[in-house]
């Protein structure tokens, strides 16, 4: 009966408590779950916590009439509903978002652990009250499934085993008080009959007093664990919701420049074709312009026209180098190179005669890194030419100059390691929101100049470089690019001198599918005093410098067209020359390659790279370098 009447006791404030907190969690839930399904849980909690209040005015009235069972039983059953009301919330208001589901989660445990004490008069109590508050929770959570699904499941239940725990060690330390009680009104009897006992009785009371406070101590410091425990969990499930966070992020990052790359790959396939044909009528055009100019150098209007040809010939090929690097063709020619020289003569050189001044700054004594010096030249140039038309009336470019290091999974989605940073900043026009994810797509421009290839190429060019380009704006406040580019120490290799062993003519064997290319190459180096042959592929290339090789007069040099239908190029032409002389000296000629043979050409056996079109001082050039 006694337990009884604590549980009824405690009641009162335990209702309080709930109505507080259901308030609370349904004015939080509001707007973030459906209103029906929170109406009905609110209501029900409401209506069932009324009754469980009558019922305590009902014990309350009889203090003398009381039926134990009856009370301890309906005790029980509101318990139990108001268990179930609680847990109710798991299926007719379960927000979507974490940040509210963990809320609940913690709103629902409080009021399990303030059960453990209030209820620990009998554990019968409390445990009608828990297990259908706090078990919907958990088989939820097993439901759901997943990483966080799994880990809540298994964090709610040890949860719940711990404050069962803690509410049957409440439970034995309020039977000791009970207990305590009744002997210390038999010992208070005992006193007055026995008076000779009393120091025995006294020396019994202090002992069971100490025990008393050691309980309170132990349940206190297990209340300081579970606290402690609550907030740990807590701390984990936060932490864990932020690495979500971050990883959405980083993967809608990544997703845009998915998106981007692949609109780019929509023109690099018609681009890389293309440029290889043009190439090879430019190599033509180009060539013989050279060769007429050298072959009749005092016909002053025969040269004066060839200027104007040759000039728009030349406009065509830087072109067609925009479009080698937008598709896989641009493969980047890495050396050192002085990248503070290189970033401020590009600067100076492309706002020359413009009423726009640079301003150069840089963290860095020197700058030296292994990049392709005339793609990185005109990815500068192509963003300077932006800003200067962006500031018409003139103004300040800043350009910035930096070492840093960038760690995995960062804003920037690079790999970790050390970058340089070249940042380049204007105060035009700036670009609209809606436009500023378009600007490195080909032929895009919100400006009525400027349209064309040259953001496009110069985002190519830094994607090949292995790095990135960034780029933020406000309308009429600027621009400002980020290109970051990896940090690499220079190799230093050079390409080893070859000196021929006499002064005779040198013999070149050319190797092309293209007639036109194929007889300006031919009589371009006759003009230079070589003895030539020349060959349409592979087969008929392996033939020739059989036949020289055998007979005692090899060739000096080879040049060898990288793509030649029906698998007759380059590379299958050096093989098959390998076998019969492991010295040859080859180049490796081309217009356009989705390969890394023109980029790593040394490893294939080449002596050097012949890009098309070339001119006739190209292959003068070639003569002295490779050849002699």
């Not at 399990?112 to 009250?129: I, K, P, Q």
């Not at 009959?193 to 309980?215: C, F, H, P, Q």
């Not at 600027?478 to 002064?503: D, K, M, Q, R, W």
């Not at 356009?592 to 080449?606: A, C, L, V």
């Amino acid at each position: 009966r006694t337990q009884v009447d604590l549980l009824y006791r405690n009641l009162p404030l335990g209702i309080l408590g709930a109505l507080l907190v259901s308030t609370v969690l349904a004015l939080v839930l509001l707007n973030h779950t459906p209103l029906w399904g929170l109406g009905i849980w609110y209501v029900s909690l409401q209506t069932i916590s009324l009754i469980r209040y009558l019922t305590y005015r009902y014990w309350k009235k009889n203090p003398r009439g009381r039926d134990t069972d009856w009370f301890r039983r309906y005790f029980y059953i509101g318990g139990f509903l108001a268990g179930i009301a609680w847990s109710s919330i798991v299926v007719l208001a379960y927000p979507d978002a974490m940040l509210y589901r963990v809320f609940i989660i913690l709103v629902i445990g409080g009021m399990v652990v303030g059960a453990a004490s209030a209820y620990s008069a009998r554990t019968g109590a409390f445990l009608s009250y828990g297990i259908p508050a706090f078990l919907p929770l958990i088989i939820r959570s097993l439901i759901e499934g997943g990483a966080i699904g799994t880990a809540t499941f298994f964090i709610l239940a040890l949860f719940f085993a711990l404050v069962t725990i803690i509410s049957r060690h409440i439970y034995s330390t309020v039977l000791k008080s009970i207990i305590l009680g009744y002997e210390k009104d038999s010992l208070l009897q005992k006193l007055i009959e026995e008076k000779d006992r009393a120091e025995e009785l006294n020396t019994e009371l202090s002992r069971e007093v100490e025990r008393r406070e050691v309980a309170e101590r132990e349940l206190l410091e297990h209340k300081r664990r579970l606290e402690k425990t609550v907030r740990e969990r807590t701390a984990d499930l936060e932490e864990a919701n932020r690495k979500l966070k971050e990883e959405l992020q980083y993967r809608e990052k990544m997703e845009s420049e998915l998106l981007r790359i692949q609109r780019l790959e929509s023109l690099a396939a018609m681009a890389g074709g293309l440029a290889h044909k043009y190439n090879n009528l430019l190599t033509a055009i180009i060539g013989n312009i050279s060769l007429i100019q050298m072959l009749y150098p005092d016909n002053k209007e025969l040269l004066e026209r060839l200027s104007v040809v040759e000039k728009a010939s030349l406009e065509a090929k830087a072109l067609s180098h925009k479009l080698l690097n937008i598709s896989k063709g641009g493969v980047p020619f890495k050396h050192p190179v002085n990248m503070l020289d290189l970033i401020r003569d590009t600067v100076s050189l492309t706002l020359e005669g413009s009423p726009v001044r640079m301003d150069f700054n840089t963290t860095c004594e020197d700058l030296i890194m292994e990049v392709d010096e005339n793609q990185i030249k005109q990815t500068i140039q192509a963003i300077v030419q932006n800003s200067k038309e962006a500031m018409p009336e003139g103004g300040t470019l800043k350009v910035f100059c930096e070492t840093l290091t960038l760690e995995d999974r960062s804003e920037i989605p690079l790999p970790g390691g050390e970058y340089a940073r070249i940042t380049i900043s204007d105060h035009g026009f700036g670009i609209k929101p809606e436009e500023i994810d378009r600007i490195f797509d080909p032929f895009f421009s919100g400006k009525d100049v400027g349209k064309g290839l040259g953001l496009s190429a110069a985002y190519s060019i830094v994607r090949r470089h292995k790095g990135y380009i960034t780029v933020s704006s406000e309308v009429n406040r600027g621009t400002t690019f980020h290109i970051y580019l990896p940090y690499e120490s220079p190799s230093g290799e050079t390409a080893p001198a070859v000196h021929p062993e006499n002064e005779r003519p040198l013999r070149v064997l050319v190797m092309d599918d293209e007639d036109v290319v194929r007889d300006f190459a031919v009589s371009a180096l006759r003009e230079l005093g070589c003895e030539t042959a020349e060959a349409r592929n592979s087969l008929e290339a392996e033939r020739l410098y059989r036949e020289a090789y055998e007979s005692g007069n090899p060739f000096d040099l080879v040049i060898l067209d990288l793509t030649v239908p029906g698998g007759h190029g380059g590379l299958e032409a050096m093989g098959l020359l390998k076998k019969i002389d492991p010295g040859v000296r080859a180049v490796v000629s081309s217009g356009y390659s989705d390969d890394m043979t023109i980029k790593n050409y040394r490893e294939f056996g080449f002596s050097g790279v012949l890009p098309k079109p070339y001119r006739l001082a190209d292959l003068r050039r070639l003569l002295s370098t490779v050849a002699k």
